[in-house]
């Protein structure tokens, strides 16, 4: 570090909210010399610990106004911050203006996010939109040439250690650094802000009422440095945004070793899918690879609704991802605890589940605190060359009384519940997606063809596969109900499920051969309902 990179730190300006650290961090600081300024809480709590404050409205010369909105924004504040020390007519009119520099501003924000997360009005919420905050960091960071800004209370301790080796200064590559991380804070409050106020506009009807914002913003705050990305050569880091989506960045991990980037892919997605599913009316599990599903069941209990989804298919569930929709029994953890698997996801567990898989070594407990909502609005993103995909999350939903019988018969009672069931599993799969399923369980899922006929052999493959495996005669998909994401462009897709044994069809419709689908259906004595709703899932 050269001469020239140096800064002393002489005044330092600290107005935080959240105060973790800062009567520590102030006491030393006042021990390198350094004349300390606050504010309000700040500015108590230090003088609280015994440290000597000056408080911003005796360098001002206005009190805090209009319930502490107004306290910061004065020339001689935000001129110590911008003054350029070493140009003559700044100098001038620092002399004239009686400005003195600021050489270090300490600056944490109003909690918006927080009051977000716990849900509070919307007056409380604008209250904690912070100003003075925002427009003093901006400040600090663009004048880094002479000031230092912390936005972090991480950064304490390396900056206190950079003082105590330097006699007191600050190099020029911290005072960048800091002033990055604290334009990337900035942004991502005004994310949180833009989205927050993007939310409470009314939702259009369809998608053609509906308006995209001019400009979009998104942030996060680092969770977690990942070791690697989906391959062992890419870099990866995990970012929360803030959101009170029950999910794998709200959950508490029990056991086990770091996340990577794939398990959060694959944790999320099996989150997902289960949730569809009551807790109230059923039991359900989700076993998930590589983000599709490779069983989903539900039951009256969760280890029996373990034991169907795990049915579908033993061989791909192992090193898989499994949810619950119900907090964890010891029972469902005593039958989970004999396969390998990579990650257990529940709202929570007894003290039972927590010990038998604790035992696991490798295996990973998260616990998220409840169950994200799969009818609520949101938004999903994808990153492509030069910018990203912005969409609504598909929240979409089918029930009986939406459906259309388009075949001349009709669905038993069992084989609408199973349906309905069906298509929900579809949602979640890759398309292009065709599902059998029967008596509330998957029992073959073909995912991620290029051709839905594909899909479907696939699937009845799986369902053939899993019956050998359990010892049984004849395949899974006789009897079963078939669920396809899209509709079926050709006959031949629904041909092979009445192949397999399938007795009753729901796809979305849609498509020009529409009639000869149906005309296929009625052939073969199909029961098939149109849900006009398609789940791509690309």
Not at 156 to 185: I, Q, V, W
Not at 216 to 239: C, D, S
Not at 317 to 328: D, E, F, K, S
Request: neutral net charge.
């Amino acid at each position: 570090m050269s001469a020239s990179d140096k800064r002393p730190v002489r005044r330092a300006l600290l107005s935080v909210s959240d105060k973790s650290g800062v009567v520590e961090f102030a006491k030393a600081l006042a021990k390198h010399g350094v004349q300390l300024i606050s504010t309000g809480g700040t500015s108590k709590a230090l003088s609280d610990a015994g440290l000597k404050v000056t408080d911003v409205s005796a360098i001002t010369g206005f009190p805090e106004m209009m319930d502490g909105r107004v306290k910061t924004l004065h020339p001689r504040i935000h001129g110590g911050l911008l003054a350029l020390r070493d140009e003559p007519s700044h100098a001038a009119a620092m002399k004239q203006h009686d400005i003195e520099g600021i050489d270090l501003l300490v600056s944490n924000l109003y909690p918006f996010e927080e009051t977000v997360a716990r849900g509070a009005s919307f007056d409380d919420t604008v209250e904690n939109i912070d100003i003075g905050g925002p427009a003093m960091i901006r400040a600090a960071a663009k004048n880094h040439e002479y000031v230092a800004v912390v936005v972090d209370a991480a950064d304490y301790a390396p900056l206190l250690a950079e003082l105590d080796a330097n006699n007191g200064s600050l190099s020029l590559a911290t005072r960048r650094a800091l002033a990055g991380k604290a334009y990337a804070r900035t942004a991502t409050y005004d994310a949180a802000i833009s989205n927050w106020f993007l939310a409470q506009q009314p939702h259009g009807a369809s998608p053609e009422e509906v308006k995209p914002p001019e400009f979009f913003a998104l942030g996060g705050k680092l969770k977690q440095r990942l070791r690697y990305g989906e391959n062992p050569h890419q870099w990866a880091a995990f970012y929360a945004t803030g959101g009170k989506r029950a999910g794998v960045a709200t959950a508490q991990q029990i056991g086990g070793k770091e996340l990577s980037y794939n398990n959060i892919n694959d944790t999320d997605a099996a989150y997902e899918a289960v949730a569809e599913f009551d807790a109230k009316d059923h039991a359900a599990v989700a076993i998930i690879k590589h983000a599709n599903p490779c069983g989903v069941a539900t039951a009256k209990t969760l280890a029996e609704a373990y034991a169907l989804a795990l049915r579908c298919d033993p061989v791909s569930a192992y090193g898989g991802i499994v949810a619950c929709n119900r907090n964890l029994d010891g029972a469902t953890a005593e039958q989970l605890a004999k396969i390998f698997t990579e990650v257990i996801i529940a709202p929570d567990a007894d003290e039972d589940a927590r010990r038998i898989l604790s035992a696991r070594k490798n295996l990973r407990l998260l616990l998220a605190g409840g169950l994200p909502d799969p009818a609520k609005p949101g938004i999903s993103l994808k990153k492509v060359s030069g910018g990203f995909l912005l969409q609504s999350r598909d929240n979409g939903r089918v029930t009986v009384e939406t459906l259309r019988v388009v075949t001349k018969r009709k669905p038993t009672a069992h084989e609408l519940n199973d349906l309905i069931f069906a298509f929900k599993v579809a949602k979640h799969v890759k398309s292009n997606t065709i599902v059998y399923a029967k008596d509330g369980a998957t029992v073959g899922v073909g995912a991620g063809q290029m051709s839905r006929v594909d899909s479907a052999r696939i699937a009845a493959w799986k369902a053939q596969e899993a019956a050998k495996t359990a010892g049984l005669s004849e395949s899974l998909a006789k009897g079963s109900v078939v669920a396809s994401d899209a509709y079926f462009p050709f006959a031949d897709g629904l041909i092979a499920t009445a192949e397999a044994g399938a007795t009753a069809v729901i796809q979305p419709g849609g498509s020009i051969r529409d009639n000869e689908v149906i005309a296929a259906a009625d052939e073969r004595n199909l029961a098939m309902v149109f849900t006009g709703m398609r789940h791509f899932r690309h």
